[in-house]
């Protein structure tokens, strides 16, 4: 008769040669990944059907003017969807005045951050109004750490005060 070691040594070898059977046999039949070459000469063209699509799927994103993410100078994740939406705004309206901050999660994975700047001093401009979109990254090291958040999308309007407009440059004018 084996001792409990023995057996638990056994079970143990056994299951490793079982796992890296089911290793090798996974990867040998899996399907080869197809690339397809996208570069086509008309690519400005897709970007602007991708544009209108994109407004389609996010209608709320319409009257939005979309900030690229290349051109803020904070992190795109953290564990805060509100610090981290205000450390991206940050760099990009520093006017003063008053902010309002709205956090809601229409998904479990999902953040929409919505900051209303209200300019002090300013003849043209009622509000600026920033929207900013975040899915889950993962977790850090520990389960129970908070999930870590990643901006996807940021955007900005600005609305103008009653006898001014809004011209193509996106600035309200008298």
């Given at each position: ?71 803020l100078n904070s992190s ?99």
């Amino acid at each position: 008769m084996l001792s409990g070691k023995w057996k638990f040594l056994r079970i143990l070898l056994l299951s490793i040669f079982i796992t890296a059977a089911t290793s090798v046999y996974i990867s040998q039949h899996q399907p080869p990944a197809t690339v397809v070459n996208t570069e086509t000469p008309e690519k400005s063209q897709f970007s602007v059907i991708q544009h209108a699509e994109n407004h389609l799927v996010y209608p709320e994103r319409v009257n939005y003017q979309s900030i690229p993410l290349t051109s803020l100078n904070s992190s795109l994740q953290g564990s805060d969807p509100k610090t981290l939406a205000l450390n991206a705004i940050e760099d990009v309206g520093e006017e003063k005045g008053t902010r309002k901050v709205e956090v809601i999660y229409p998904q479990n994975n999902q953040a929409l951050v919505t900051i209303t700047h209200i300019p002090q001093n300013s003849a043209s401009v009622t509000a600026i109004k920033y929207r900013v979109e975040m899915n889950t990254f993962g977790r850090s090291l520990l389960v129970s750490s908070p999930p870590v958040w990643e901006i996807i999308w940021a955007g900005s309007q600005i609305q103008c005060k009653p006898g001014s407009h809004q011209s193509k440059s996106l600035k309200c004018e008298i």
